[in-house]
T-cell receptor, first 112, second 113 residues
Framework: GDSVTQMEGPVTLSEEACLTI???????????LFWYVQYPGEGLQLLLK?????DKGSNKGFEATYRKETTSFHLEKGSVQVSDSAVYFC???????????FGKGTKLTVNP | NAGVTQTPKFRILKIGQSMTLQCTQD?????MYWYRQDPGMGLKLIYY???????DKGEVPNGYNVSRSTTEDFPLRLELAAPSQTSVYFC????????????FGPGTRLLVL
């Protein structure tokens, strides 16, 4: 079945450091790919998405590019802030399905 | 606009007790979902509904039941609580088929002792 593998955390960075969180997937067909963010004590929020190969999703300074050849959707940010501290989830949805398949999540802590 | 609301925020149950987790959305969404999130794990789909009167099993439905009598409400029922059901439960909803528009509630933390 479909699955998502993302890098193990936790990740601790200093403010203004560069961030990369790796995400690879296994799916039949052409899934849509997502990054969700969960701030402490809150539910998940959609951060960005890409629906076809080579699409780049972006939001709040974060970016991720849908790479079909490497089945990857890595999350990047050039300069993180303390307010980016959260758990980040990579997820996919296969071919119009209403179901999301999540990775295990990566906890990011950004220190001042 | 409240979005997706869940009650209670936190609950402790004894083994064998029953309870209902409430979920309500005020966005007139057709699709609703229940997920559980175990420590260090991603969310797993328990049940979902594509409209009032229609429900279906997700990845981990055992030990749970749902109903969807109205568009707004999608309660999750635990009949005989077990320690393995200790988790954080999230309800979500979406209008369109497909997942990009899923909106999540703040979650219910459940501890079964």
């Amino acid at each position: 079945g479909d699955s998502v593998t993302q890098m193990e955390g936790p990740v601790t960075l200093s403010e203004e450091a560069c961030l990369t969180i790796n995400c690879t997937y296994t799916a039949t067909g052409y899934p849509s790919l997502f990054w969700y963010v969960q701030y402490p004590g809150e539910g998940l929020q959609l951060l960005l998405k890409a629906t076809k190969a080579d699409d780049k999703g972006s939001n709040k300074g974060f970016e991720a590019t849908y790479r079909k050849e490497t089945t990857s959707f890595h999350l990047e940010k050039g300069s993180v802030q303390v307010s980016d501290s959260a758990v980040y989830f990579c997820a996919l949805s296969g071919g119009g399905s209403e179901k999301l398949v999540f990775g295990k999540g990566t906890k990011l802590t950004v220190n001042p | 606009n409240a979005g997706v609301t869940q009650t209670p925020k936190f609950r402790i149950l004894k083994i064998g007790q029953s309870m209902t987790l409430q979920c309500t959305q005020d966005m007139n969404h057709n699709y609703m979902y229940w997920y559980r999130q175990d420590p260090g794990m991603g969310l797993k789909l328990i049940y979902y509904s594509v409209g009032a009167g229609i429900t279906d099993k997700g990845e981990v439905p055992n030990g749970y039941n749902v109903s969807r009598s109205t568009t707004e409400d999608f309660p999750l029922r635990l009949e005989l609580a077990a320690p393995s059901q200790t988790s954080v439960y999230f309800c979500a909803s979406s209008y369109f088929r497909g997942v990009e528009t899923q909106y999540f509630g703040p979650g219910t933390r459940l501890l079964v002792l």
